[in-house]
C-alpha cells in the first residue's frame, strides 16, 4: 500500500501525513479506526491470564482495603476478584500478544511504523468508574477501546518534574486540568494516540470496559549512554588509555585544565564513534524480549541434516509470539548482499535475503532451504526458544 493512501486506522490520514503532522508532536482522536470491533478475548479469559505464573498483571484499586490507590500485582486467584467490588478497580495485564496470537496478529496493523519500535500490547479491563489515575507515560501509545466505554480526558503535555503524589505505587500527577475540547467517550473500535508526556486521564464507563494499549520502545539517554559505552567497552583494549603526549608544564599542579579535558573528550568520544558498534548494539537492544525468561531454549541440540529434511517433508516453523526479529545492511545503501539480522538481543551474519525473510511474517518452511545459510541458524534459533516447530506448543505459552 503506497504511503499517500488515506487510511480509516488514521483518521483518513495517509501515513506520510501522520508521520509528518501528528507521531510525537501530538494526540489525535480516530472514531471508527476499526469498524465493528470485536474483542478478541473476554474479561473472564483476561483474568484467567492475570492468574497464570510469569504473566505481569495489576490489579489497580481507587478505594483499596488498605488505602487510596491500592495496587496488588498477580499472580491473583478467584478469591481475589470475588473481593472486588462493582465499580472504582482496573485490571491491567501486559504483554498480552505474547500468549495469544489473535492479539499478537494486531501487530500487524501498526506496520507503518517499524516493528523493532513496538513494545507490547496490554488490555486492561475495568468496571464503571475505574482507572489508574491522572498520569503521563514517557512512550507513544494506541488506545484502542475494544468493548465498553471509556471517557478519556487529557490534560496537555506537563514537564518530567511534575508534582505526583507521594506514598502510593503510581505515579498519579498532584494536578491535573482538563484542556478544552479534550475529553471523549470512547466506543468499540475508536482510537486515540498519544505522544509521550501528555497528561491523560481515562476511566470506565461500563461494565465490559476494555482498552487495548499498543506501547512502543524508546530508550531513554541515560539507558542508552550506560548501555552502548558498556557494549564498546566489552571491545576496547586496556592499552587505550589518556595520554598527553607533548603538553606543556602546568602552571599550578593542582589544576585540571581544559587542554586535560579536551584530551579526555577526544578520547571518549573518539572510542564511541563507531558506526559499526552502534549498529551492533542498536540491534541488539532494541530486540531484546520484554522479559528476561520469555525464552524456552532447547534442552538438546538441533541437527542441521535431520532439519533439512524435515523441512522438505512439510515441517513448517513458527516464529515465538513476543521474540523480536529485525535487520541491518551492512552498509547503508542496502545493495550489499550481506546483513545482521538480530533476533532476541543477539546478531547473527547472513545474506541479506534470508535475513529479511526472517525478520518478516512469511512463513518459514522448505523455501528457507534456498539460502545456504538457513540450516544452521533456523537450527540456532530453534536451540535458542525464538523459533519452534509448527504444531508444538509456543515456547512463551510453557513459560506462561
Known sequence: MSPDTPLQLLGGLSVLEFLRDVWQKKPLLIRGAFPDFQCPLEPEELAGLACEEGVEARIVEEHGPDGPWQVSHGPFDDATFARLGEKDWSLLVQAVDHYVPEVAAMLEHFTFLPRWRLDDIMISYAPPGGSVGPHVDQYDVFLLQASGRRRWQLG??????????????????????????????????????????????????????????????????????????????????????????????PTDPGEIDTAALSRMRALILDSLDDPKQLSQWFGRVMTQPKYVDQLAPLESSVSEAALVEELKDGLTLERVLGSRFAWHASDHSRNDTKATLFVDGDGFVCSLALARHLASTRALDSGLLAHAEAPSLLATLLEGGSLYRSGEDDGDEENA
Open 156 to 249: 496537555g503535555k506537563v514537564a518530567d518534574d511534575a508534582p505526583i503524589l507521594q506514598g502510593i505505587d503510581l505515579r498519579i500527577l498532584e494536578s491535573f486540568q482538563v484542556e478544552a475540547g479534550q475529553d471523549w467517550v470512547l466506543e468499540p473500535g475508536d482510537m486515540l494516540y498519544l505522544p509521550p508526556g501528555y497528561a491523560h486521564h481515562g476511566v470506565s464507563q461500563s461494565t465490559d470496559c476494555m482498552t487495548i494499549s499498543v506501547g512502543f520502545r524508546a530508550l531513554s539517554a541515560d539507558e542508552a549512554v550506560t548501555s552502548f559505552a558498556d557494549y564498546v567497552g566489552e571491545s576496547l583494549t586496556a592499552s587505550k588509555r589518556y595520554a598527553d603526549a607533548g603538553m606543556t608544564p
